[in-house]
């Protein structure tokens, strides 16, 4: 396909209704086979996800204006999205995007980069297959995002797979290895071990030769946990784990937390820290309130950190973004790590996707496709 940029009279159509605007557009030309004139595509709208604050069935697609990238911003084709639980939030109206962040839901995305914005290193390419952390926009046909945030995609994955890398790979590396200073010597609990975040952090904390110990509401997702390498799994569901983590550490019991749940574990997690434990504190799905005795984390030294990413400076999402693709990339090309796929749903089921996280059901990621065009790249879906 050809682009070429011209200057387009076209209809943008946002969430508060359709407006006649002029504004700089690019054209699209499909490629001739042989010399006939080419067929002219004029873009100005896209379908992106929508919804009114409430239940997952408030969920719908939209056609919205294309965003425009600004400075030291790419414009991503997107072909392939995913939905975390950030997204389930935003949709229930408790979770508000950062001011600068589209309002779109979607805070990842794999695609092909299709204009890029002033200030751009000359490494950006038209054409470059990325994937991408976002701040929001990314369940939508495009997205713009800054150049520091796109990251090539591991040869040999699929735009799908790849979908399904950003957000929760980049949050297990980052409380894994920026916040919770991971050591090879570590003996690490990862709760919601069959989560997207815990099958990327048993993945990453085996790689690095330490030891996982996960907890999750089935055996099928303990089990799946141990099959990327976790030692021992534990049902949360099946009382106190404690003694079983104890009993498992030989008495010792872990040096880091990587904790989703926080309230209703706390007590466990308190007592089966080591002595200079680190503990980190990344989502409240078991509640963000507790009334505890805080005297045995002080006497043990116990570092509570708690963590987000969305909210970080783009400076801090560029080192991340280098050091995390520095280490991956090529243990995605060999196959070491991989990228979990629970479900693929289209775009126009995104309700059903959101649904779908709600049960609690899901191991990995549950991906939306967003493009079928054979332009697009079908074979790499
Ligand atoms: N701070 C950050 O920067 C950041 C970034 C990304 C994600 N997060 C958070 O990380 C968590 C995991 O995200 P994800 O995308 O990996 O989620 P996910 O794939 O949807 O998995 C979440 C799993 O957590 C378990 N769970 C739910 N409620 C629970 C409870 N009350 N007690 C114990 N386990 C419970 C469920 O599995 P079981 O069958 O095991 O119960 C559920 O399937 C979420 O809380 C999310 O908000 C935070």
Known sequence: MWIISGFAILLASGFGGVEATQQSQDIEVEAPEVTPAPEITIMSTMKAAAF?????????????????????????RVLASAINRADTLQRK???????????????????????????????????????????????AEYVTCRYEQIMPIPKGLSMIQAAAIPEVWLTAFQL????????????????????????????LVTQAGATAIVTAGSQKKIDFAKSLGAKHG?????????????QATDGKGVDLILDCVFGSMYDDDAQLIKLDGRWVVYGFLGGSQKEANFNMLLRKRVQLLFSNLRFRSVEYKKQLVQEFSNLSTPLFESGAFKPIVDTVLPLSEI?????LMESNTNMGKIVLKVSDETSAGKDEL
């Not at 200073?181 to 048993?202: M, Q």
């Not at 309700?351 to 649904?355: E, F, L, N, P, Y």
């Open 93 to 139: 109206g408790l979770y508000n995007p950062p001011p600068d962040a589209s309002p779109i839901l979607g805070l990842e995305a794999a695609g092909i980069v299709d204009k890029i914005g002033p200030g751009c290193p000359d490494s950006v390419l038209v054409g470059q297959k990325v994937m991408a952390l976002l701040a929001g926009g990314g369940n």
């Open 52 to 76: 009114s604050p409430g239940g997952a069935e408030n969920l719908y697609t939209s056609d919205v204006a294309i965003p425009e990238p600004g400075d030291y911003e790419v414009r991503i």
């Open 176 to 203: 894994l290895y920026f916040v919770g200073k991971l050591r090879k010597e570590d003996t690490v609990l990862i709760h919601a071990g069959g989560s997207g975040v815990g099958t990327a952090a048993v993945q």
């Open 351 to 355: 309700s059903q996707a959101h649904k």
């Open 234 to 246: 534990f049902n949360y569901k099946e009382g106190s784990f404690k003694d079983k983590v104890l």
